[in-house]
């Protein structure tokens, strides 16, 4: 196969043996491998607490690769080719001395060196200390980090004032896999090189937003850490907000890193604070009891494995957001994400106006607003809905809502659609960063939520109770009905 890879790089992964390099990133590595995406001189180095060798770490990974990989995506030969880049150090992240292993593996090489820490953010700043201590950093020196980036403002300073002792914010590569999602990127696509749509993206010609995030997992074996975090911490200050900056930004001037995140920076500063009595039509908190998914019972968030009782961490979140620009004033984003819901999946709808003189049968002008749905997972695609006369002499003008879609599956046919992390590490092998969030990004979205946290906390009401298996509280309907409208789920 014809490599397209660019450059050379040593690619570093602390907590190579933990969930995410296991789940994630050591997959994703192998698929750029096997789509001929890794340089022929790209290393890896795989550290991590455990002791072990590298027969010890391909075994292990080898194993957890049987239910991560695909058959048809199981090719030996690339396999083989993958492992040997490997060198597997075993190190304890917080003490200096074992760093040197990584200088003595570098060697004086120039290819860039990128630095994945996979690990709790605690320990990003003692490992980026200890490799400047012991020589390792340099100008072609890239550092990728996970959220979460603290749990609010504040935390956060601390984790990213750490980090620029030792990088810059140019070295910096801050990861949200939502950014990574084929369908996140085409909407920059979608919205920027389809004049059509540029003319019609604002108040004057949009309704509403909607934005959900539905999951059909519960805790998964993370219990503490999900209790300290809720749905809002773990998934709107990043991944809906993130969402919500792209559908909302104005155009940037070219596709640069800088200009886009300066676009989406302006965004969250537009967010409207919710505050006070807006909590009350704004937000709804909901935590699921024992329901049924796909067939099968499950348990209550305070019956999963390491709950704690009397637990007020909300699974669920509906928000109304508003944002206070010319563009947008009057447009309501509802975004809703949640645990333990019917089915996954991620969608945006774009609701347009009606035209403003209806002029058919008016029972049907419920439906005489056209619709932009951008299904980013499953079956990534985009639908717009469009309003057609219905075939047949009988049928007089009876108007019939149908989709014009671009379904990718459909139409790339023999592609598969990379995950998300495949794009991400080959962004950073290339050095682009404008898939990565900036630090005022981070920043601006934890205010926005602190406060939102701060006024919640002080009406000390409990989240509401929802079956697994339901769309969340009867709450979230009603905050939307009130507007006049309901939660689009024809999925
Ligand atoms: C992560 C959250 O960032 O995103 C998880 O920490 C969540 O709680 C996950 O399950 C969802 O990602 P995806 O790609 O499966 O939608």
Redesign the pocket.
């Known amino acids: 196969m014809k490599s397209h890879a660019t450059t050379a790089c040593d690619i570093a992964l602390f907590g190579a043996l933990g969930d995410l390099a296991q789940r994630k990133l050591l997959p994703a590595l192998y698929q750029l491998e096997r789509s001929a995406l890794l340089h022929a001189d790209t290393r890896l180095m795989a550290l991590a607490r455990d002791k072990t060798d590298l027969a010890g770490f391909e075994a292990r990974i080898r194993e957890r690769f049987k239910a991560r990989i695909a058959e048809a995506d199981w090719d030996e030969e690339a396999m083989s080719r993958f492992f040997s880049r490997f060198t597997y150090t075993c190190l304890n992240f917080k003490a200096c001395e074992g760093y040197q292993s990584l200088t003595q593996w570098r060697d004086g090489r120039k290819a860039p060196l990128i630095v994945y820490m996979a690990t709790p953010p605690s320990l990003y700043g003692t490992i980026g200390e200890h490799l400047s201590t012991c020589g390792a950093v340099g100008q072609n020196t890239r550092v990728v980090v996970e959220?979460?980036i603290g749990q609010n403002f504040a935390t956060s300073c601390q984790i990213n004032d750490r980090l620029a002792r030792y990088f810059s914010e140019s070295q910096l590569y801050r990861i949200?896999?939502?950014l990574g999602?084929e369908t996140v990127q085409n909407l920059i696509a979608l919205r920027f090189a389809n004049n059509l749509f540029a003319t019609q993206w604002n108040q004057k010609y949009i309704s509403h937003v909607e934005i959900t995030?539905a999951?059909t997992?519960g805790i998964?074996g993370?219990w503490g850490y999900?209790d300290q975090?809720g749905?809002l911490r773990?998934?709107v200050q990043?991944?809906l907000l993130q969402l919500l900056c792209l559908i909302a930004m104005d155009p940037p001037s070219d596709l640069s890193a800088d200009s886009i995140r300066d676009e989406k920076v302006k965004v969250l500063k537009a967010l409207k604070p919710l505050t006070g009595d807006l909590l009350e039509t704004h937000l709804v908190r909901g935590q699921y009891t024992a329901g049924n998914i796909e067939g099968a019972q499950v348990p209550g968030y305070l019956d999963e494995e390491g709950a704690v009782s009397g637990s007020s961490t909300e699974t669920f979140v509906a928000i109304k957001a508003e944002l206070a620009n010319w563009r947008w004033a009057g447009v309501p984003f509802y975004l809703r994400t949640g645990?333990r819901m019917p089915q996954?999946y991620?969608q945006i709808i774009i609701h347009f106006k009606p035209a403003p003189h209806y002029i058919f049968d008016p029972d049907q002008k419920h439906i005489a607003n056209n619709k932009l749905i951008i299904r980013?997972?499953p079956d990534e695609g985009i639908s717009l809905q469009v309003l057609t006369k219905d075939q047949g002499l009988d049928k007089g003008m009876r108007l019939r809502q149908g989709p014009l879609q671009l379904s990718f599956s459909e139409a790339f046919q023999a592609e598969r659609v990379p995950d998300?992390y495949e794009r991400l590490l080959w962004e950073v092998m290339n050095g682009n960063q404008y898939l990565f969030v900036r630090r005022d990004e981070v920043e601006y979205a934890w205010r926005w939520i602190d406060r939102l946290i701060e006024s919640w906390e002080a009406m000390n009401v409990p989240p509401k109770r929802y079956p697994a298996g339901s769309w969340g509280p009867v709450a979230s309907i009603a905050m939307i009905t009130r507007d006049g409208r309901s939660w689009y789920e024809d999925v």
Request: net charge positive; glycine share 0%; no cysteine.
């Open positions: 959220k979460p949200d896999h939502y999602k995030v999951e997992v998964e993370r999900f975090a749905q773990d998934m990043n991944h645990k996954k991620s980013l997972q998300a």
